[in-house]
């Protein structure tokens, strides 16, 4: 791309700092376009200098200390582009920076799940809560909101209610990143393979580390670390055979995370609950986690993946009250707190600080374990018992679950016949909850899904993967799904919908996908006057026309048009 002229330089950020329909001060206009051009008709400075002005005052005073610092920036540094990108974070408060400089532990282009890179904000002590009534994650969300705002993180992939999904860093601000915790030495960051001879010939004494290299299976490599080592992230390309016995040395470790792109097979050796600091702990093995892992009273993230099959915790883990997140790749099992072996030692069962819980099998959510994890926001629950032979046909009960936002049930058995159907009808779910998602065979009648009118909060409902029985959906007059703005059908057997725009009244968007049967959408949503967008991804053509009838007589109806995406 060219450099863009004065012109489009200004607008671009007069459109980001004030908005294209913000009547703008007029004193500001010969500033802003002397500020535009020193960014050099580039398109990310402006966009992070836009990002900065966005918080100062719109004074002209305030535009001139910034203009003129710009000015200094260019004038005497020698990249010039990487130098007004650092204006933007000089001028962080000093709480963001840290936040901002640890988006160099991640690779180039490399796309972080803000659940992750939250906890490891966590996990490293850059989140102060600043009262009682405020959640470390929701003052970490609020964080990196401001540096999103700022242009300094990119966001990816969001949510339908417009929350951060997945996010990364442009190029040019992690080669600043990067220099940055180089100078201040906030974290050492090893891209090339011959990392022996670069520690052992410069010494270097830092705290956080990040190897992001093709192999790191020598263990010297970790053992030229200093022992006062706080954090250490793991990224590799290749297959690797490093033991976490490595790692037991760093007795202030807080952060132990390893990254691979293929699936890695690591001891567990006893020794690692040693790591009495360690806050985060990221691995892959296919052992089993030993009872003594509850001796890392500090961890608040545990993230263990597994190559197949599923896996049973320690019963000991109830003692674990710091725990914030766990997530298990495949299905997990969670003992009752309430054995006799707990009991005996007069323990206090539950972990109060639990907000996520990832791949919970279906047996383990029962009356006496839900109540012990009372904070919990997110679950993922897998509903899959043929490793243990035994299956259990009941209604889900997590009604004790007061706080929870976030529910997903999976089921595999999307492909067999024989199981009996679990019923929602009778299934009792938290009024807070604002986003359930129902993947896989349950086997229950559509009609089940029309009693979620219950949740006064939903606003989000996925349903995919064959999830109900029997091919019709009709809702009746008092079927009012209040708050639901998102609703999503994949690869759902259902071919007749019947249903009307008083049943949706605050729907935005529809996503169909593969939807072979669906004969068609009802053409009375044209009615719903928030619907925004309707896609539809390899569904039949009937449903395509029913979704441009919707879009021509909204149009003929004079309301806001809406936004209809076809796929094939």
């Known amino acids: 791309m060219n450099p863009l002229n004065l012109e489009n330089s200004w607008k671009l950020l007069r459109d980001k700092v004030l908005g294209s329909d913000y009547d703008h001060p007029p004193e500001l206009e010969e500033i802003g376009k002397q500020i535009a051009e020193k960014c050099l008709g580039l398109p990310l400075m402006i966009s992070v200098i836009a990002g900065h002005l966005s918080k100062v005052a719109r004074t002209l005073g305030s535009w001139m200390d910034v203009s003129r610092t710009m000015g200094e920036i260019i004038a005497s540094h020698p990249d010039k582009c990487l130098g007004v990108l650092g204006l933007s974070y000089h001028n962080l408060p000093n709480y963001l920076k840290p936040c901002f400089l640890s988006m160099g532990s991640f690779p180039e282009d490399y796309q972080v799940e803000t659940w992750r890179l939250i906890q490891l904000w966590i996990a490293e002590g850059f989140i102060r809560r600043p009262g009682s009534y405020t959640s470390l994650e929701e003052v970490a969300e609020d964080y990196l909101e401001d540096l999103i705002s700022r242009n300094l993180i990119i966001v990816n992939k969001r949510r339908f209610n417009s929350e951060i999904k997945v996010c990364g860093m442009h190029d040019l601000l992690r080669e600043f990143c990067l220099i940055e915790v180089e100078m201040t030495k906030f974290m050492h960051v090893e891209r090339t393979d011959d990392v022996v001879r670069t520690l052992s010939t410069q010494k270097y004494n830092g705290r956080r580390f990040s190897f992001q290299i093709n192999s790191y299976s020598d263990d010297r490599r970790i053992k030229l670390l200093p022992s006062v080592a706080r954090s250490i992230y793991l990224f590799s390309k290749t297959h690797n055979f490093i033991g976490l016995e490595v790692f037991c040395g760093f007795h202030l470790l807080k952060v132990l995370a390893i990254f691979d792109e293929y699936e890695n097979f690591y001891s567990i050796p006893p020794v690692i609950t040693k790591l009495f600091h360690l806050r985060y702990l990221q691995f892959r093995s296919n052992r089993k986690l030993p009872a003594s892992i509850s001796e890392l009273q500090n961890l608040q993230t545990l993230i263990y993946e597994r190559r197949y099959g599923s896996t049973t915790l320690p019963e000991k883990i109830w003692t674990m009250k710091n725990l914030r997140h766990i997530h298990i790749r495949l299905a997990c099992y969670l003992p009752s707190p309430r054995r006799k072996s707990i009991l005996n030692k007069h323990l206090v069962i539950g972990m109060p600080n639990l907000v996520e819980l990832s791949n919970l099998n279906f047996t383990s959510c029962t009356n006496e374990l839900l109540p012990s994890i009372p904070n919990l ?30 529910l997903k049930c999976v089921s595999y058995f999307a492909l067999l016949s024989w199981p009996p159907p679990i019923s929602i009808k009778v299934s009792f779910f938290p009024a807070s909850l604002k986003r359930l998602t129902l993947a896989g065979w349950f086997g229950f009648p559509w009609e089940d899904i029309s009693t979620l009118v219950k949740l006064p909060n939903l606003e989000e409902l996925k349903l995919k993967d064959r999830v109900a029985a029997g091919d019709v959906w009709r809702l009746r007059d008092d079927d009012i799904f209040e708050s639901l703005k998102f609703l999503l059908f994949r690869k759902v057997l259902l071919a007749n919908w019947v249903a009307s725009s008083d049943n949706f009244p605050s729907l935005k968007r529809l996503v169909l996908k593969k939807c072979n049967k669906l004969k068609e959408i009802p053409i009375d949503f044209a009615e719903i006057c928030t619907l925004e967008s309707i896609e539809l991804h390899n569904c039949s053509t009937s449903a395509e026309d029913s979704a441009r009838k919707i879009e021509q007589e909204r149009e003929d109806m004079g309301n806001n048009c809406v936004k209809l995406y076809i796929h094939t």
Request: glycine share 4%; hydrophobic share 35%; aromatic share 4%.
């Open 377 to 406: 926001r997110r679950l993922i629950v897998h509903h899959n018992d043929l490793g243990k032979k035994r299956w259990v046909n009941r209604p889900i009960d997590m009604s004790s679950l007061t706080k929870l936002e976030a």
